[in-house]
């Protein structure tokens, strides 16, 4: 998704704006770009590609300022060009950088172009720029024709704005899109995201929505959506500069698939006293909105979806809590049907989904009294907005692909299933044994990814194939559902999961022997249904490949390709069977020679629709 980066101080901010969208890239994007202040006048470099090609634009003709803003672009609208890169300008005196979508931009660009205004790009962001140098012959300064401007835009926006004759100020503002200040030593900053600026700070203010805010050299002014001066809290960021370094890994995606023994333990650290759950890590008045809550409405998208798919089963399983899971962007506009005493639990890894974030909304309209987010980033939209909340501390994430959030998310999800199971169906044995096994995840996982070399071994067989089927049955249905996801997004792969048992009602159809048929196959009391159904695919000369219990063996006539998986207890199954399916999906996309931490066409935080 789009990245911003911005910077007023009394030094050369351009090296600072291109270490900043380096920063940024995770977040992916087509072409980047900047613009300066620079003599009274605006300079601006755009560039299709990386931003290391932008880098190199600004080396062969530097362009210095002390006044700057600087973006990634991830299209909406408008193919990925130079000319649609953003910053976009209007009159050669003002300069914008915006993530977000406009809505009304059809209707504002044809008020511009009887105006008189032209258009250089066919971006929704150009009308923004266009309105605000128009409302500059009123209002006088950049500050309130921002104001006046964007009282005009509907849609998400979060900006940052330069003007060529007012070299002293950089305007920020906000709405449904997440932007940061960050506040140097007489100097401020903008970004998408902390992790932007961490080189230059780690205080930062959250910019809260409809906020506007004036930058200068040792100060700043806030402005919230009325128009009211504000104060927002300076918060220190624990992070390090170097966390969103690669270390020695090839990609942060295999650095953060070896990362997951770490999060897990981080995840659970301090919520135990004496080995029992505290409620009080959801929130200081948890347990008084637990009493209260009789069913769970799941919301969110992608990866985080499926941690909720699993979580479904255990709240019925375990605890028999009844469980709703559903996509964030279909529940927003579904006009579904939500008990007040429901437990709306919204799922993320950014905080920023602009669906998850909406549907949350949606679910508040609807009357649920009670919000809880599982999410890995403070201070976050989702995380600000909801009641309780329990961060997931996998640490930065920033290979589009999820791995080590999806699995802190499946464990503060049986942390809640516990919390809550309390109250409902699981008893104090159950919730010791679940426990214990939860404290034992990290060593397992540090087992399961001994399996790294077969399966690369393994990955070999999918350099060719266009295809994959994905199969398991109860909670490991959603993990096939996640293993197929990791290898369409990132070895372009076409993929699917399925159900085991409902391979005979359609995709049966689809077997054949060049159609690898990946299955989930842990030792539970559905393992004989599943070997059925192994059966279903190779009698049909389908090429099996096992990712089973290492003290079975499948139990099934013709070729099966086994990956022998350590034993694991039933509770926390779904967690570790995730392991293999990341580094499978790792290895096919490095062996196609994909871009593995930013697949095409994908954005890493979805702060647009
Ligand atoms: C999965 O690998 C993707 N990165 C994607 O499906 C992601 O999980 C989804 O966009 C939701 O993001 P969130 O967790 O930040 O809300």
Not at 562 to 583: A, F, G, H
Request: glycine share 8%; aromatic share 6%; with cysteine.
């Amino acid at each position: 998704m789009c990245g911003i980066v911005g910077g007023i101080a009394q030094r050369n901010v351009v090296p600072i704006l291109l270490e900043g969208l380096r920063r940024l890239e995770y977040r992916g994007y087509d072409s980047a770009g900047l613009a300066v202040v620079n003599g009274g006048e605006l300079h601006r470099k755009r560039e299709l590609g990386k931003v290391q090609g932008l880098a190199a634009l600004v080396e062969a003709d530097p362009m210095p300022g002390l006044l700057g803003i600087a973006h990634t672009r991830w299209a909406t609208h408008g193919k990925p060009s130079t000319a649609n890169a953003h910053p976009h300008t209007s009159g050669d005196k003002v300069a914008v950088v915006h993530n977000g979508i406009i809505e009304n931009y059809a209707v504002l660009k044809a008020e511009q172009l009887a105006q008189g205004y032209e258009f250089t790009s066919q971006t929704d962001t150009e009308v923004i720029v266009h309105e605000v140098f128009g409302a500059l012959r009123t209002a006088g300064n950049l500050l309130a024709a921002v104001r006046q401007a964007v009282q005009k835009l509907s849609g998400a926006y979060a900006l940052g704005i330069i003007s060529a004759d007012e070299p002293d100020v950089l305007v920020a503002c906000r709405k449904g899109s997440p932007l940061v200040i960050g506040v140097g030593i007489g100097e401020y900053f903008i970004a998408s995201d902390v992790a932007a600026l961490l080189p230059v700070t780690q205080r930062f203010m959250f910019l809260e929505e409809g906020d506007i805010a004036a930058l200068r050299i040792g100060s700043v002014e806030i402005y919230n959506a009325d128009g009211q001066r504000v104060e927002r809290p300076i918060r220190e960021s624990l992070l390090s500069p170097d966390a969103v370094d690669k270390g020695a890994y090839r990609h942060y995606m295999l650095k953060e698939i070896y990362e997951q023994p770490t999060a897990i333990a981080q995840t659970l650290e301090g919520r135990f006293i004496n080995h029992r759950l505290q409620e009080s890590a959801f929130g200081h008045n948890a347990a008084q909105m637990f009493d209260e809550v009789k069913a769970v409405q799941i919301l969110a998208c992608g990866t985080s979806y499926h941690a909720g798919l699993v979580a479904r089963y255990w709240f019925e399983e375990l605890a028999r809590i009844p469980c709703q899971v559903e996509v964030a962007s279909e529940f927003r506009y579904r006009k579904p049907m939500l008990a007040a005493d429901t437990l709306v639990v919204t799922i993320s890894q950014s905080g920023e989904t602009a669906d998850t974030l909406a549907a949350l909304q949606e679910a508040k309209k609807l009357g649920a009294k009670y919000s809880l987010t599982l999410c890995n980033v403070p201070e976050s939209s989702l995380v600000r907005e909801s009641d309780l909340v329990l961060m997931t501390r996998a640490g930065p994430e920033i290979g589009v692909a999820s791995t080590k959030a999806f699995t802190t998310q499946l464990v503060t999800l049986m942390l809640l299933v516990m919390a809550l199971g309390r109250r409902f169906q699981l008893d104090a044995a159950l919730e010791a044994k679940i426990t214990a096994q939860l404290f034992s995840l990290p060593q397992k996982i540090d087992k399961v990814l001994r399996l790294n070399d077969p399966i690369r071994l393994l990955s070999e067989q999918f350099a060719e194939k266009n295809n994959a089927l994905f199969l398991g049955r109860g909670a490991h249905y959603p993990i096939a559902m996640e293993g197929a996801l990791k290898l369409k997004e990132i070895s372009y792969i076409h993929a699917e999961a399925y159900p085991a048992g409902e391979l005979k009602h359609g995709p049966l159809a689809l077997i054949d022997a060049d159609m690898p048929v990946i299955t989930v196959a842990p030792n539970n009391s559905l393992l004989e249904k599943l070997q059925s159904n192994m059966e279903e695919v190779s009698a049909r000369g389908g090429q099996l490949i096992v990712f089973m219990d290492e003290t079975l063996v499948p139990a099934v006539n013709g070729a099966v390709q086994m990956i022998k998986v350590p034993q694991v207890d039933n509770e926390i199954s779904p967690i570790l069977y995730t392991i293999p399916l990341q580094l499978l999906a790792y290895h096919v996309a490095v062996l196609k020679g994909t871009d593995v931490d930013q697949p095409r066409n994908l954005a890493k935080s979805v702060t647009v629709e």
